[in-house]
């Protein structure tokens, strides 16, 4: 199968990350994408997948509705067709994503909503590219973290970038010491740059 994620509006820049996730799981991984948009990085993943002829799993997690930016009128990022339709960000990801609707499940609610849908140690791959405040960021992290498995992974866009709520909550989840209970014993995280994005192998 061709790639035709190029034909999609969107941001997208890490494309050698997902395609390392791909390589990376065997059948019957779970990945899940947090922040979709109108689904042009869900379909170059989703194209990854079908070309490795792996049988994984890839749920794409949204509210369809935007974020703050997209919805402030004082926003560079303003849009006027995702405040006067709630629907048309929804309708433009299944439109986008039609080539690939077999691989994709989009499940249309909130990050921390969502996250309570999956069991804990249940997913291989979760990235994260939703809100980009500290607050939000942060609230997702601690959200998502616990649902992946031990040797899975977990990642985000627009780390080191201009979205200073981005690094900041990365750097105060990740590069600072966590105690590990079962251990009985401090840790610290160490966490992969890769381009404008961050993963983390748990």
């Known amino acids: 199968m061709q790639h035709f994620y ?18 990376t799981f065997a059948d019957d991984a779970r990945f899940v994408e947090v922040g979709s948009w109108k689904g042009r990085s869900s379909a170059f993943l989703a194209t990854e997948i079908i070309i490795s002829q792996k049988n994984i799993k890839l749920d794409c997690v949204d509210t369809w509705r935007g974020s703050e930016e997209h919805i402030n009128p004082d926003s560079l ?16 990801f299944i439109k986008n994503t039609r080539p690939v609707r077999d691989v994709i499940t989009p499940v249309r609610s909130s990050s ?28 997702d992290l601690t959200a998502w973290y616990p649902k992946i498995k031990k040797g899975g992974y977990i990642g985000g866009h627009d ?9 900041k909550a990365v750097d105060e989840f990740f590069n600072c010491d966590k105690f590990d209970k079962a251990a009985n014993d401090f840790f610290k995280y160490d966490v992969e740059v890769i381009g404008n994005s961050f993963l983390y192998r748990k």
Do not use: P, Q, T
């Open 6 to 23: 190029s034909s999609i509006e969107g941001w997208f820049d890490f494309e050698v990350l997902y395609k390392r996730m791909v390589d």
């Open 77 to 92: 990022w303003y849009n006027e067709k995702i405040v006067n339709n709630k629907n048309y960000l929804y309708f433009e």
């Open 112 to 139: 921390i909503e969502a996250s309570k849908m999956y069991k804990n140690r249940s997913l291989d791959f979760v990235f994260l590219d939703a809100a980009h405040d500290y607050e939000n960021v942060f609230c």
């Open 159 to 167: 780390y080191g970038k201009s979205f200073a709520g981005v690094n």
